[in-house]
């Protein structure tokens, strides 16, 4: 070995050790880790020899060696020890023909600790490398209904399918969403060629991306990376030379930066009853009327949902009549809504609400382009800085809708009708069996969904005698007919018994007055999350509609329950609440977080039936699934 390469070996040990004596910690241990959780622990699997990224060898598999090395896994022992000698040693060899030997490791919870080659490791980390060969064995924990749990084993399933160890992400569901992104099937597996593209794109992502951050301004870099995926098409970040790809994410870094869960607001504020101009500082603009359109994915007389906006626009220009003017634009699609959008923002339109979760990225396109209109999606559970979100707390309603089929069915068995298995479906189901089984303890809810291909939700009713059932929430114009809301079925006369009411028109005007009033720069938010609407009956925008063939008692109980929900006295999720697998929450005096309320993949004990997989579903509801399913779109 060189002379030169000598002086250098000691010269960076020497380095290295000065930086290892300032750091106070020692290495993670597995052995102490594992001891304290050896009843979680299921068993061990042996991935062979792969890829891992260094950065994720984080300590040892034994205690022996873990006092060597620092935290960092700089050196600690004296330049002139045994050890610094053969530190010093493999540096020398590294310069002059790489290390090549591959490391041993055990895989826990997607970091890796040393049985054999810490030095090996050491050295590479004060080289800077990016990873190492190694041979992995997989510690297995149990399944447990703890978030970090779920997202390992949805690690698991990505990882068996890509191969990639690189990439980790921090929300349920997400693995499955980059296995869409990237134009795979659920359960398709990846190249050699495809890892390679992934990899490389993915670490000049990190480098362009960590070069933008301030020191202070911390983000995953996955979960950056999955944000960048969804704002472009992966296709053409591969193709892009470097130089356009730091562009894009210069143009995308406040959208890069956001954390992934929103912030929530959940009431509107005070309103203001004094009207003054619409012409704050908000918009730039010489006129005194606010234009505000309003773009569907369908026709008010082809869906329910886009009927019940339209009911909202129209209330809107009925309160502020001299003040806004709005106009309607229909049938966009995921592949047209900018090209609507743009044709909006020329035709004047400043305000602009996009009424489905299929026009959220379209929507964010433009926004970005347009950061003088203000764009908000009608969408749950997602956080981009350039648009606001905003739905509404159907789950409120639906649990009133459950203690009145409580009371009023016959045999116990109650049928509830959903569409698509997205943000805040489940809630609306659960808060419905809960509602029932509050009234009536042996009422059981028989789940059935419209989306499923091969399916007749009413032949699966009438083989288990349900009568009493929980349909779409309103009529569709132009497909009139009694089956809606909640109705004893009597064939083609159904008794109809209440209706859940979204007034996206009470939404629609507070939302105005925020903007008449400056607090939609109020509702700013100062921190790295983007802010969802998310109000309920205590704002008026939810409601349930009682019929005349309801008992004058069980109305009187929904008044009361109403006023309880209203006043933020009683939340329907507060409690022990149990699950079809068991318990989900223990604490009697706990209420669930908004966010666990949103995003639950759970469904209650008294409900027959299940939460489909997105393979299950029709082709129609599959768009809608992939962008909003509760974990990605793949139950």
Known sequence: MSFENNMEAREQYDKFLKLGKKEKDSLPVLDIILKEKEEEISGEMNLGVVSIPLEKVIGTKTEGRSTSFSHSFYPVMEEHSEFAGKWMHLYQA??????????????????FYVQEGNKRVSVLKCVGAVSVMAEVIRILPFRSEEKANKVYFEFMDFYRLSGIYDLELSEEGAYAHVQRLIGKRPDESWTEEDRRDFCSLYYQFEKIYLGFLKSKEIKNIGDAFLTLLYLYDYRELLDSDYA???EMIKKSMEELKLENIPELQMEPGKIHEKKRSILPHIFPTNTSVLKVAF?????????????????GRMHLEEVFSEQIVTATYENATEDTVEKILEQSISDGNQLIFTTSPL????????????????ILNCSLNTSHKYIRTYYARMYEAKFLMGAIAGAMTENGRIGYLADYPIYGMTANINAFALGAKMINPRAKIYLEWTTLRGRNPFEEFQKNEVTCISGQDMIIPKMASRHFGLYLDRGNDPVNLAMPVWHWGKFYEQMIHKIINGAWKEDETREAKGLNYWWGMSAEVIDVICSKYLPIGTARLVELLKETIRSDTFNPFSGVLYSQKGIVQKDEKKVLEPEEIITMNWLAENVIGQLPDIRQLTDKAKPLVTVQGINGGNQ
């Open 244 to 246: 356009s790809l730091k």
């Open 94 to 111: 590294h310069l002059e023909e790489g290390i090549r030997d591959p490391i041993k490791v055990y895989e826990y919870m997607n970091r």
């Open 359 to 374: 026009l959220l990225k379209g929507s964010l396109h433009v926004a970005m382009e347009h950061p003088d209109v203000k």
């Open 295 to 311: 773009v569907h994915e369908k026709t008010a007389q082809t869906s329910s949902w886009t009927y019940a906006h339209e009911l």
